[in-house]
Structures are given as C-alpha cells and as structure tokens.
C-alpha cells in the first residue's frame, strides 16, 4: 500500500477524485497545469474570431459568432472554478498566462484572414478540439469532467455553425470558393498539430494514461480526426492539402503525411505570427479590468460587514 491507498484505489476502480480527498501532489500540479493551460486557450480563443465580430457580412452571422465567442468566455470561467478546487488561485494563473510562464493551445497564434476562416476554425479547430475532449468527459478528476460534459455540448455547436457557414460559401460565388480552400489550406496543418507532437515525443502521456487523466494517446486522436474530416472535406467539396491522405484498407483508417514538427515547437515557443498580439491583448484586458476586480473584492467585503 502506497500513501495515497485510497487514490490508487479509486483510479483503479475507474471513480472519481474531488476536490477533498487526498491525492499525490504530481497529480495535483498536473491537473492544475493541464486545467489552466486549457481555461487560457479558451480564454486566448476568443481573439482570433472575435476580431471578425463587427465584420461579420450578416446580423444572423454576427449574432451566431458573438454566442459562440461568448461561449468561449464561459469555457474559460468554468475551467478556472475546476483549477481552484485545487487549491489555484485564478488571479495568479491569469499572471503566469501574460508572463507567458503558463502555455495556450498554439493553434491561437494563426491569424485569421477572411471571413471563411470564421467557418474553418468551427469546423476543424473546434472539430479538433471535441476529439480531444469528450474522453476528458471521463477524465479521473470529478470537477474537470463534469465541466467537460457542457463543454463538449457547445463545442458540437461551434463545429456545426462552423460547417454550415462554409456549406453556405460553398454554394456561393467562385471567389467565396476560394475564400474557404485558402482557409482550409491554412488550418489543416495547425489543426493536426492541436494534438500534439506524435507519441513517441509525448513524454508525459503515459503518467497522464496511467492516472486517467487521458485516455488516448495523441496519435490516437489525430487518427480519428482525420478520419472524421476526410469525408466532411469531400461532402463539403474542398481539397485537404495533404498529397499523402489516403484510405488504407489493411488499417482501415486513413493515411496521411505528418505536420511540420519544427513550426509547432517554433509557435509554441513564441515564434507564431499572433503569440505577441495575444498576449498583450490579455494583458490590455487584464489591466482594463482590475477596477471592476477591485470593486467587487471592496463590495464583498463590506456586505461581509454588514453581516457581522
Ligand atoms: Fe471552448
Ligand atoms: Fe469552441
């Protein structure tokens, strides 16, 4: 028997672990590290669509992509609560975010060209992101899993209006066409890239596996990703841009070429077209926002008075 007997227990047992029982403390940084990595992606998400938000060519299209940017937001509030039943304070993942000492997902370092890009980050980054998490839905810590089932509900929206905005543009002018291919073109690689590096690279997965904090392995979920997309790619009549994609009857998967491993770790550290511009636009945010911040903390202090 280990010190953590009745987390072991659990975890084998395939339960749950909250917030009040005890736990190694690796498993406790992990889950912190992994919550507000994912709380800031939604968080930096917001951006790159929501820039589109006053261009958005029709009030039905601008009223979509506000809820779904607003989703976004609330993503990100659930998953900070998550991160502080363990005891993080969100105020300080929120600075180690600006101080860039906290990653987000890299796929937020693209920019976004056109209006159809609006649609193709639906479709396949929002597509991307539901492989990854409907199986935290049963990832071993109670509040992140909990969290993940309304989170993954939204995100099959996001992936629907994003498919239904290229269907429209599809079936619209030549140049509107084009518009959604050299989006395509664009995000395809990226959005393979969003389940990180392959296995053989991903040293922490097995730690992660092991305690059921993940349930595939990373080139397990691209798998399905592609296999998802190739057919909508077709249905939808645009060209993914990879000259290896092919259906192999043997695995009875798709094959198809790898990204581009150097640009992922150049993004990730830095080096993507948008990292500064996202970043000092949370920090704009995070300053514009401290006197409601104060506010609220003075508020609750005196209703706490008035209590006594
Ligand atoms: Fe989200
Ligand atoms: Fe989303």
Redesign the pocket.
Known sequence: MTDFALFDQAIARDQRIEPADEMPERYRSTMIRQIAQHAH??II?MQPEGEWITRAPTLRRKAILLAKVQ??A???LYLYSAAETLGADRGDLTQRLIEGRQKYSSIFNYPTLSFADVGVIGWLV?GA?ICNQVPLCRSSYGPYARAMIR?CK??SF?QRQGYELLLTMMSGTAAQRDMVQDAVDRWWWPSLMMFGPPDADSPNTAQSMAWKIKRHTNDELRQRFVDMSVPQAAELGVTLPDPELAWNASRDHYDFGQPDWDELRRVISGGGAMNEQRIARRRQADTDGAWVREAAAAHAAKNLEVAR
């Open positions: 992606s939604e998400g989703d976004e609330g993503h990100g929002d992101a989170i939204e995100e996001h």
